[in-house]
């Protein structure tokens, strides 16, 4: 868990997230989707927060800091200029560690929208 934050957090992530897939098409499709992401907020930092397993259950909570330097064109934050702000917002990702599924990903956009002006 601490190397894929490490990872996530280096300017060169795409070059090395690799590592954590079972295949290279899965590889670049994780690449795929979070380069635009990425584009957005280039200096994105994840901090680990907590990790709670319990069973095979995994919960992992971070905090993220990133500048909003261009437009998302996904989700909330589709068609919002970029504004230069500094943001900072939570993620919370659940997942069996025995079933190779993705789990449950959560992030707070309450917070970035509000940070952003847009609530």
């Known amino acids: ?17 690799g590592d954590f897939f079972d295949t290279p098409a899965e590889a670049q499709a994780f690449i795929a ?13 994840a901090t680990l927060e907590e990790i709670v397993v319990e069973g095979n259950m995994v919960a992992i909570l971070v905090t993220v800091r990133a500048t909003h330097m261009a437009e998302y064109p996904h989700g909330e934050l589709k068609g919002i200029a970029p504004t230069g702000k500094v943001l900072e917002w939570r993620e919370a990702t659940f ?10 990903f959560l992030v707070d956009g309450v917070a970035r929208l509000q940070q952003l002006g847009v609530l």
């Open 33 to 45: 989707e979070h380069t635009p992401f990425r584009a957005a907020f280039p200096d994105y930092q």
């Open 1 to 17: 868990v601490f190397n894929w934050f490490k990872v996530l957090n280096a300017p060169d992530w795409a070059e090395h997230v």
């Open 95 to 104: 997942f069996d560690v025995t079933d190779s599924s993705p789990g449950v």
